[in-house]
């Protein structure tokens, strides 16, 4: 960071971060914090607004709603999909709520206006009592918000200066370019209310060395005897899906018969597939299952390398039988893009595994509240339909529906939200190796606070979207 960056974010931002590692704890519950935020960053950033197939014939809408920002985002044509800020141009009533179908165009129910569904006034009742003025065609049009789509969504922006939505995703859209994510589908849709500030939310997803404590299901070896298992880093070859991993500290055996090699890998997925409802996919474990025989080295890195090739050229041949579109898996693990999990600054998530995925989006309601929602994605065979969306209920950070996994990382949260705010707990004391994302994306918070150009800015957010369990990076301020 140059000196006059640092004094501008220094004067401007209150508790900015000043040591990469460390982030101060009242910038998760402070309200004048939350309201810069409200002021200065979410109209200038690309939300995920919905998904693509959520609006898949004409006249389909979704309305998304951030603070007291509501926008409605509608398909036009098969072509075309549009958004508008949600207010009659007469008095201002809400013209939409939730979702549903207008073909025909949204009506006031104050007055009866119309509007087309790309925007135009097609009905104003009794327009002789009105000033010619009051009703040019333009100042009567729906206001159009910026949209743009990528990866199978519609993400808008209020800020017709930012940059466009590919060059901010950066490194992140590469990558889910190479998945081709956008070919995924909705299988279910929850959602959370959760007593805690937004970036705590997502803080809980931007690194893997909250595992073994956790989710200790997913380690390998004893997790009751942690001095016994250490994160460490991985070579690629070694680890596609995460730079770092949770491992045993004992030596590892030189040989392992490759049925009992393959059955280890088959008992995680399945687990990952039990806590996540989806993600690993059962249909991609039925594709492991079937290759139970296969021979493999007797080394285990090369066991680990071979056996990792196998099932993403096996996975890549079902899909694309069953006539599903995919990325080649080997490729994207030559690519190192085979990362496990995916943000793109502010707000979104994807966790793309084999031919399929979770995903996250979290939008602030308070200084101590925010809305989590979980997607499980993955590709439908030629001739069968996803079921259709609904919006979810919002259920509670606790509620037994939910799946083992998100439930053991929301069980942490309140919990964290509530020691955040006692006395003598000053900052968040980060891994400059493998928690640098949390530290990343804070920094470029107060960039935006700040209020630093754009060019800035886009910069930073492509140093920032992509894989987790980075190290702090430099933002060029």
């Known amino acids: 960071m140059t000196e006059s960056a640092q004094a501008r974010i220094q004067a401007s931002v209150p508790f900015a971060v000043t040591r990469p590692d460390r982030v101060d704890a009242r910038r998760y519950h402070d309200r004048e914090f939350y309201e810069l935020e409200k002021e200065k960053l979410w109209p200038h950033v690309w939300q995920m607004a919905c998904r693509l197939q959520e609006i898949e014939r004409p006249g389909d809408f979704v309305v998304y709603e951030i603070f007291d920002q509501s926008v409605i985002v509608v398909r036009v044509d098969e072509r075309t999909v549009k958004a508008f800020h949600n207010h009659c141009r007469h008095r201002g009533v809400k013209l939409a709520e939730d979702r549903g179908c207008a073909k025909e165009g949204f009506t006031c129910p104050f007055h009866g206006w119309q509007w087309r569904t790309d925007g135009q006034c097609k009905f104003i009742y009794t327009p002789a009592i009105f000033a010619k003025d009051q009703l040019r065609g333009a100042d009567v049009a729906l206001r159009e918000c910026r949209l743009e789509t990528w990866g199978g969504c519609a993400f808008i922006n209020f800020d017709d200066g930012a940059p466009p939505l590919r060059e901010s995703l950066g490194k992140f859209a590469e990558i889910g370019d190479a998945w081709r994510v956008e070919s995924l ?232 939200q509530k020691g955040l705010h006692t006395r003598g707990f000053e900052y968040m004391r980060l891994s400059d190796k493998a928690e640098g994302l949390i530290s990343n994306y804070h920094r470029l918070i107060d960039g935006y606070l700040a209020g630093f150009e754009q060019s800035k800015l886009v910069s930073a957010v492509q140093q920032v979207s992509g894989c987790i369990d980075v190290p702090c990076r430099d933002l060029g301020f």
């Open 185 to 416: 589908k909705v299988e279910w849709w929850y959602a959370a209310r959760l007593p805690v500030n937004w970036k705590l939310a997502m803080e809980a997803f931007m690194e893997g060395y909250h595992v073994l404590a956790t989710h200790p299901q997913l380690v390998p070896g004893d997790p009751t005897k942690p001095e016994t298992i250490a994160y460490v880093a991985l070579p690629p070859e070694i680890s596609p899906m995460s730079p770092f991993q949770t491992l045993p500290t004992a030596p590892m055996p030189e040989k392992i018969p490759a049925k009992d090699f393959i059955s280890l890998n088959l008992h995680f997925m399945k687990i990952l597939n039990e806590g996540m409802a989806g993600m690993t996919h059962v249909k991609d474990i039925r594709t492991a299952e079937a290759l139970l025989e296969t021979e493999l080295p007797e080394g285990l890195t090369d066991a680990t390398i071979e056996w990792r090739r196998k099932l993403n050229a096996a996975v890549v041949e079902a899909h694309r039988r069953q006539g599903m579109d995919i990325g080649d898996l080997n490729d994207i693990d030559a690519k190192n893009y085979a990362t496990s999990v995916n943000y793109a600054f502010p707000h979104y998530f994807l966790l793309p595994t084999y031919g399929s995925a979770s995903s996250y989006r979290i939008r602030p309601l308070g200084p101590e509240e925010c809305l989590f929602e979980l997607w499980s994605l993955t590709r439908y065979p030629e001739g069968e339909t996803p079921p259709p969306l609904t919006t979810p209920e919002p259920w509670a950070h606790d509620d037994p529906r939910w799946p083992p996994i998100p439930t053991q990382d929301f069980s942490n949260l309140p919990k964290q």
